[in-house]
């Protein structure tokens, strides 16, 4: 299939680094700032974040982002809870994709006691982890489409095209598990809810009707002179700036660094499959969008690939878990790992033996990509104008709940 | 008790100006029956989308619920706004903007509180920076319970508003909706209710108005931790 | 997961602290204990070794009968092979310990956040306030003394 697909007409040069702290009086004292405020409440910040601008005409100096207006104080909850009752509360982190919450979570549990899980778990979790990242792009199309207002019919009509596509993933999910939303569905040692007869074939359908959609999205993105004027060139994030920032997943990739963890550090079935990896290397607001559009290519491919050899054999190899004092993890053990999210490295640090004779973790803490990909918006911003800053957020695709926690 | 809750206001803005127009007093019952039928059945929806349920919010006014059809709109201000939506966990940091917004919305006003996290705080309730419940900042009207609710339900919590405004037109007295059972009841009492206090009503006001632009300093000196509050959890 | 060193690095951070990083054998699994005045360069070493990408950085407070102990553990990765490191910092009553922000731009906000939930202070950071608390709030919740429900008046 060939896209529409133009190539860059502007070239800028590489921009200095700029320093998130820049003292307000250093800045040209004639210059007379303007100060002006985007948030909390604001329509295209995708939550309740906030941003004091600096203006210098139209041009933004300095840039100051507020977070923890949704801080709900997990991690002090998690202290007090089981681990088998953590499952549904980081559904609620990035509620965006709550499936690979509680794959990372439970992951990071597995492999903190070494544990198996089965190769049909491990599938499922594989399949189900792709179909969320095609739910989570999908709706990060249609806000960052209806936020920069450029797709052909106005802001809002590839919004309602890809909430469609996103209907029809809910139910395959609600076909599996019961719920449309937070799901509950991943355990430790496996899963909660086997494959429903019938299911692969919903599978295969969605995942039809999605492919068949894509050119459509692809058509209306790639071939707007409005989208990509807007988004060539603007938001530049090189590549040492990138890594400095702990980004990660599509925004990293898009500023030239080819780390994925489905292929560097498999976890579900991922050793078994091979997954391309889509990398860009200009940085700005563009390559993360192109990256994003061709993952969610990736993403069927894999499915299509993983949904018709779904092993036999059991979903989970512990007992099915009664008392929530079921797991316990060993005291004064500390452990970092993390999965690949469709926002990035979702890592969490668990410390065991705390609360609850050691069934309860001593301190969890959560490595959010959202939280990461915020903290480049002092750099992003500067130099822009004010409309820049609805593109370069949504590119960015922070998640504020995941953000604050 | 503090807050009255009669002292909120349902008569139209349009009315009074009929009011005192010459001759403006015919058909005056009439003209405000009219208004709020038209109010009834073109509700402007102001979203306090905060978290989760903001998404299942964004779902119900897409593509296949479709709220458009009973002729919402959903503005992004609140000075254009009828009903606001608590869409998610309201937080201490957020709260005295929520009442702030809901301070700027013209009369008549209604609110819903959509998911447990805004009608209670849900399993949220306990934590230190965790409102537990927009009610006890705000008044709402209809509580529309789940985690997130479906789409259809918001559809009938939309119903059950419009139900509310066609007895006020009919005008009957309404008695307000109580919380959805098992959602426990704050210490610091509902708005509009007798367990919350002066202290507490005038204080959520005062910390609503301060919010000035200039209200945080940019850099702050940093104060040597302070000794732990609180006992041991 | 921790993942063992390579060869040349593993070398070089055995030359620097042979007491914490022997050349041969095993390292801790739950992250090397580095004596807190050897966390900047110990980074910096990590850094122009391939370690570039900033993970993250995690304050727990372990309350003993004799004092407030903390610990700081940072996490980076090596984005050409993808494999991450993690060690420990041990703190004591008062915790204080060297910012990486010079080394790592996503320090700033990462630091940020642990002085404001745990209490432990960056000494060289540019601007350490709160991240998530508003900035008046009194206390840090996640040290074990601080109670889930302390009231907030007006609002809880
Ligand atoms: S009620 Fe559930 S879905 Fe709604 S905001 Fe709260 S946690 Fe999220």
Redesign the interface.
């Known amino acids: 299939m060939t896209l529409p697909h133009r190539e860059a007409d502007v070239t800028l040069p590489k921009p200095a680094r700029k320093d998130p702290h820049v003292d307000l009086e250093k800045l040209d004292a004639a210059a007379d700032l303007m100060a002006i405020n985007m948030g909390p409440q604001h329509p295209s910040t995708h939550g309740v974040m906030r941003i004091k601008l600096w203006l210098d005409g139209e041009m933004i100096v300095k840039a100051v982002p507020y977070c923890g207006y949704l801080h709900r104080g997990v991690e002090k909850l998690c202290e007090r809870l089981t681990v088998v009752q953590l499952t549904p509360i980081v559904d609620k982190h990035d509620y965006v994709s709550p499936m690979t919450n509680e794959q990372a979570l439970n992951i990071a549990f597995e492999r903190m006691l070494g544990l198996e899980v089965p190769r049909r778990a491990r599938y499922m979790r594989t399949i189900i982890a792709e179909i969320q990242r095609i739910a989570s792009h999908l709706l990060w199309l249609g806000t960052f489409t209806l936020d920069i207002g450029g797709t052909i019919g106005g802001g809002a009509s590839l919004m309602m095209y890809t909430f469609r596509e996103r209907e029809a993933i809910l139910d395959v999910f609600e076909m599996l598990t019961g719920a449309r939303f937070h799901y509950n569905t991943h355990t430790v040692g496996g899963q909660r809810h086997d494959v429903p007869v019938g299911w692969p074939a919903a599978v295969k359908k969605m995942i039809d009707a999605v492919d068949a959609h894509m050119p459509e999205y692809e058509q209306q993105c790639y071939g707007n002179d409005v989208l990509v004027l807007r988004t060539k060139g603007v938001g530049v994030i090189d590549r040492e700036l990138a890594l400095e920032l702990g980004l990660s997943g599509p925004n990293l990739r898009a500023s030239g660094v080819d780390l994925d963890l489905r292929r560097d550090e498999p976890f579900s079935a991922y050793d078994e499959i091979k997954v391309n990896v889509a990398v860009a290397t200009d940085g700005d607001v563009y390559a993360r969008f192109d990256v994003r559009m061709r993952e969610m290519h990736e993403s069927i491919r894999i499915v299509r690939e993983l949904i018709d050899s779904i092993p036999e054999g059991p979903i989970c190899s512990q007992k099915p878990v009664k008392v929530p004092f079921a797991v316990k993890l060993p005291a004064g053990r500390q452990f970092y790992t993390a999965i690949e999210t469709p926002r990035g490295e979702l890592g969490t640090y668990v410390i065991g033996g705390g609360a609850e004779k050691g069934a309860a973790p001593y301190r969890l803490k959560f490595r959010p990509p959202s939280l990461h990909a915020m903290s480049a918006l002092p750099y992003a911003l500067v130099g822009h104008t004010v409309p820049d800053v609805v593109a370069i957020l949504g590119s960015l695709d922070p998640i504020l709940g995941e953000v604050d926690r | 008790m503090a807050v009255d809750e009669s002292e909120r206001n349902f008569e139209h803005p349009l009315y009074h100006y009929w009011e005192n127009m010459p001759g403006g007093g015919i058909g005056m019952t009439s003209l405000d029956r009219l208004l709020m039928h038209s109010a009834r059945h073109s509700l402007w929806f102001f979203p306090m989308a905060t978290s989760c349920c903001a998404i299942e919010f964004m779902t119900a006014a897409a593509s296949r619920v479709d709220m458009d059809q009973v002729g919402t709109i959903i503005r992004p201000t609140p000075r254009h706004c009828d009903v606001m939506v608590v869409a998610g966990t309201i937080t201490v940091k957020m709260a005295p903007r929520v009442k702030k917004l809901w301070d700027q919305m013209p009369e008549p006003k209604w609110g819903i509180a959509m998911g447990s996290c805004a009608i209670c705080g849900d399993f949220y309730r306990d934590i230190y920076s965790v409102v537990p419940g927009v009610d006890t900042i705000i008044p709402i009207d209809v509580y529309i319970p789940g985690c997130p609710p479906n789409a259809d339900q918001v559809m009938v919590g939309l119903q059950r508003l419009q139900e509310k405004i066609a007895a006020q037109l009919a005008g009957k007295t309404i008695d307000k909706d109580p919380r959805p059972p098992n959602m426990i009841y704050p210490a610091i009492g509902t708005h509009g209710d007798a367990r919350q206090t002066e202290a507490t009503a005038t204080g959520q006001l005062e910390a609503s108005r301060n919010l000035g632009y200039g209200g945080q300093e940019h850099r702050v000196p940093v104060a040597p931790p302070k000794p732990p509050a609180g006992d041991a959890t | ?2 993942s063992p060193l390579p060869a040349p690095v593993r070398a070089a951070l055995a030359a620097r602290w042979p007491e914490v990083f022997p050349a041969e054998g095993d390292l801790d ?3 090397p204990l580095v004596p807190a005045d050897s966390h900047y360069d110990l980074a910096a070493l990590l850094k122009e070794h391939g370690y ?5 950085v ?1 304050a ?1 407070h372990f ?1 003993t009968p004799e004092g407030d102990t903390f610990e700081v ?1 940072t ?1 980076l ?1 090596n ?1 050409s ?4 490191f ?1 060690w ?1 910092c041990k703190l004591g009553a ?2 204080v310990i060297a910012t990486l922000f010079p ?4 320090a ?3 630091e940020r ?1 642990q ?1 404001d ?1 745990v ?1 432990v ?1 960056f000494a060289g950071h ?10 008046d709030w ?19």
Do not use: C
């Not at chain 3, 570039?52 to 993250?56: D, F």
């Not at chain 3, 092979?81 to 991450?84: I, V």
């Not at chain 3, 080394?103 to 996503?106: V, Y």
């Open positions: 997961m921790m699994p739950n992250g570039l990408l900033y993970v993250t995690v727990t309350p553990a996490v990765r984005p092979t993808g494999k991450a993690w420990r008062d915790p080394l790592f731009a996503g700033d906000w990462q956040e002085f939930l209490g202070r540019p601007d350490l306030r709160r991240l998530m608390l508003p900035e009194e206390g840090h919740p996640l040290r074990k003394s601080y109670a889930i429900d302390t009231p907030h008046a007006p609002w809880r």
